[in-house]
Every structure is written in C-alpha cells, then in structure tokens.
C-alpha cells in the first residue's frame, strides 16, 4: 500500500532542467560543440534527477508538489510515482543517446538550421518530462500541447513542399483532436467533479465517485470517449494517418516521434486517463474497458497489414509503431492485472526496441542514401554492426525472447486469456505473426541475399560511431530488459499494487 504523499519541490528538479537546456543549447549556437554538448549534461542530469526520485516511489510513496494555483480544483501541480518514472526514466535516458546519434547524423548530411533543431528536440523533452510527472489533468494538458507545438518545427525541418505537407497534417492532427475532443473532456471533467486532480496510488478506484458514476453514467461515458479520441498522439484508428505522414522528417526525429517522447505520451496520457483518471472498477461497471481494447486489437491488425506493404523502411517502421502503441492501450484496457503491467511495461520496452529500429534506418541512409527495403540486399555484410542491432530490436517488436518485447506481450496476450478475450488473443497472434512477417524479410535481404548490381556496394560502410554505438547500445538494452525485466517491472507493480 502506498504509505504516504511526500510534499517535496524537489519533483520539480527534472522539469527545471529540461527547462533552462534548450537556453543554453541557444547561447551556444555559434559553437556546436558546446551547443551539443549541453544537450549531452542536460540529458544526464535530468535522467539522474528521475532516478533520484525512484527509492521513495518504490518503497510505495508518491512525490508531490503544488506549484500554481489558477482556481478552485485547477493548479499546475506535479507528482511522481511508479507511472512517471517509467515515462520519466525513459525519455531523459534516451535523449542522451539520441543527442550522439544527432551529432553524427546532422553533420554527415550537413543539415541546416542545426540550433533550432536542438532547441525543439530539447523542449520536447521538457514536454514529455512534464506529461510523465503531470498530477492532474490540467498540467497533463499544458505539456501535451507544449510536445505538439515544437516538434511541429521538427517534422517540417527540412522546409520542402513534401515536409510542410507532412508537418500541416501532424500539426491538424494533434492539435485539431485535442481541441475537439481533450479539452472538452477536461471541462466536462471539472463540471462532473470541480476538480481535475487524478486519483494517486490506486488503479482501482479513479478521479470519478461510485456517486458521480451513478448519477451520470451517460456523462462519465462521453467524458471518457472524448478523452481516448482526444489524445491522438496515441495513434489510435482512425486518428493514426499523422504518425506516418510525419516520416517526412530526419531519422532523429522519427526516433523522438516514435520511442522518446511523442507517441509515448500519447499512450502514457491514455494510460493515466484510464487508471488514475477514471480507475479499472469505472471502466469495468460503465463497460469502456473492452471496447476500447478492440477498438485497439482493430488498430493494431490493420495497421501491421499495412506495414507489410511498404518497401520505405521507415514507413514500414511508422505502420509497426501505431500497431505496437496499440499493444499498450490494449493491455491496460483489458483490465486484468496482467494485461494492465504488460500494457505499461510495453511503453519502456517498445521505447528502446523502436529507437533502436529508427537509429538503424538513419544510419542506412547516412551511409547508403538507401531508404527501399528492396534495394537492400546483401547490405548486412557492409554493416553488420547496424543490422544485427536491427535484428536484435525486430526480434522484440516480433515478440522472441529473450528481448524485452516477449516479456510485456507475453503480459499482454495472458491477460487477454485472463479477462477471457479470446478474439483480442486471435489478433495478438495474428498481429505478432505479421510483425514477423514484415521485419524477418528485412533481416534476410541483408544477410543472406546476394548483393545488387550497385557500382558504390563496395565503398559502403558502417555509419559514424557516434551514430552506430548508440544504436547498438539500445538494442543491447533491449536484451537487458528481457533478461532482467524486473528493471520497470518494479515500477508497474508499485504503481498498481500489483
């Protein structure tokens, strides 16, 4: 049980950091080793200041701490237990890392507008970092909108016809969803309660009385329809089309939209919606758990159908993300206690094993200029460090052990047989046999198929360091977290009381 709320500023240290980094990241704009290096130190500390917090967390207490009072039941207020650890440990970590891999990879291709891409990256991370430690549901709203707003410049930065094009429909996507649907589920919220504080430290019973819930069950109903529609960054059909249509992007980005921070908060907000908002015996006595997980189950099908279609790698690695994010929402709206901890370990183990993925595919074109899958045969040979931690991360997007992915689907797809779900178990199966299908091909072309006629195959080779050691760090990480799960584990079960 929990055994108290520690009243502490001292969960405010990662939102500071994250804060004054992207200052620093501008004064150094005319040196970039300086400007770089900022964002290397502000990653560190802020993934220290996380960790800092975790002995209280697990020892079954929540950080807290009030820092604006706007009215009655609004204040920006921020929170730390076994949830935003998870998100929070995640997203700092892997921002050091993809800072390497930034290096390498804008200076290679001699990007342009170098500052302002670090400035967004480092504010998205301030975003994401204040979804992940978000107490209420009002803070949750101002960082969701602030890792909207400045990865917009992210996806556009290559400022072409097909980049403003990707970038207007992410922005209309993200933004025209939770105008329509997020913010109106946070009024409806306050009328229903007078509050938008979420109910910590307990999955079961949520923000919402058994008294609210009797008396407005057609309320409570639409309040949560609206928020599940409204979080789009979760790429739930048919609100995904934004996620590959933003591909337009460098491969850094794709990685930041994929594993570090967006769609990551788009499945951490679904999730802290669903168990600290309105709790597993709403969800259960109002019957939104089970729709939502198929509505999941729908998503996560198609889109692996679709993924096998494609020949652009990282388009195929977009469709396997809006299946894989299915995977989490799914997991936690089953309700069982196994589907709950895999759908949330997911966000931690998808995390390392998709960033993986996205480092590789940067570092194919950075040393290739190759995007197509077809064109990529025999490649292996030339650069067997990328795409063996290629193989290494599809193995756990597919579901293998001993990488992490098998240990949260296996979660995943017990607590389905769990809640007696045996049409989401079918599309599990079916799902994880497509994964399979569209990424052993890939592994294949490049380690066993002879080589292309191509005048340039044997002047390719490996990208710089600075892009391939984080890329295999990540997915040797991914082994890490299958063979010790216990490493977020730990943090699900605190979180639930499991």
């Known amino acids: 049980m929990t055994t108290g709320i520690i009243e502490s500023a001292r969960v405010l240290l990662p939102i500071a950091i994250t804060l004054v980094a992207p200052l620093f990241i501008w004064l150094y704009?005319?040196?970039?080793?300086?400007?770089?290096?900022?964002?290397?130190?502000?990653?560190?500390?802020?993934?220290?200041?996380?960790?800092?917090?975790?002995?209280?967390?697990?020892?079954?207490?929540?950080?807290?701490?009030?820092?604006?009072?706007?009215?009655?039941g609004i204040t920006v207020t921020f929170c730390a237990d076994g949830l935003s650890l998870i998100f929070g440990l995640v997203a700092s970590f892997l921002w050091m890392f993809a800072t390497s891999y930034n290096v390498g990879y804008m200076r290679s291709l001699n990007e342009h507008a170098q500052t302002r891409y670090y400035v967004c990256f480092a504010v998205a991370i301030f975003g994401a970092e204040g979804v992940a430690l978000s107490a209420n549901v009002f803070t949750l709203y101002l960082f969701y909108e602030v890792i909207t707003v400045f990865t917009y410049p992210l996806v556009a930065h290559h400022q072409d016809t097909e980049g403003f094009s990707g970038a207007r429909k992410y922005i209309v996507y993200l933004m025209g969803t939770s105008k329509l649907f997020l913010l109106p589920a946070m009024v409806m919220t306050y009328v229903l309660l007078g509050t938008l504080d979420f109910h910590l430290g307990d999955v079961v019973t949520g923000m919402f009385p058994p008294d609210v819930v009797a008396a407005h069950p057609v309320a409570v109903t639409v309040t949560y329809v609206l928020y599940i529609a409204g979080i789009g960054k979760a790429a739930l059909m048919p609100f995904h089309n934004w996620l590959p249509s933003a591909m337009v992007a460098p491969t850094p980005v794709s990685a930041l939209l994929h594993a570090v921070a967006v769609v990551k908060a788009g499945v951490f907000c679904v999730c802290r919606i669903m168990l600290s908002g309105f709790g597993v015996e709403v969800l259960d006595k109002l019957n939104l758990g089970i729709p939502t997980a198929m509505v999941a189950a729908f998503t996560l099908t198609v889109a692996s159908f679709i993924a096998l279609t494609k020949d652009d790698l990282k388009a195929r690695l977009a469709y396997s993300t809006v299946a894989q994010l299915s995977y989490i929402v799914c997991g936690v709206a089953l309700l069982t206690p196994m589907a709950v901890q895999g759908g949330m370990a997911h966000i931690a183990h998808h995390a390392f094993s998709k960033i993986t993925l996205f480092f590789a595919a940067g570092a194919i074109y950075v040393a290739t200029h190759l995007k197509k899958i077809s064109l990529m045969d025999g490649l292996g040979r030339k650069m067997p460090w990328t795409f063996g931690a290629f193989a290494v991360a599809s193995l756990s997007m597919i579901g293998m052990p001993p990488v992490c992915g098998f240990v949260s689907k296996w979660y995943i797809v017990n607590g389905a047989l769990q809640a007696g779900q045996i049409t989401i178990f079918l599309a599990f199966m079916l799902s994880t046999a497509l994964n399979a299908g569209y990424f052993l091909p890939v592994i294949y072309r490049a380690f066993f198929k002879e080589p292309l006629p191509d005048p340039h195959f044997h002047h390719y080779k490996e990208a710089p360091l600075t892009m391939v050691i984080p890329l295999c760090t990540t997915g040797l990480i991914s082994v890490i977290l299958g063979l010790y799960p216990a490493l977020f584990m730990d943090f699900v079960r605190i979180f639930g009381k499991f």
């Open 29 to 72: 704009r005319n040196d970039p080793n300086k400007r770089e290096g900022v964002s290397f130190v502000a990653g560190g500390l802020t993934f220290f200041s996380v960790l800092s917090l975790a002995p209280q967390v697990l020892a079954g207490n929540i950080w807290k701490y009030t820092l604006f009072h706007i009215m009655p």
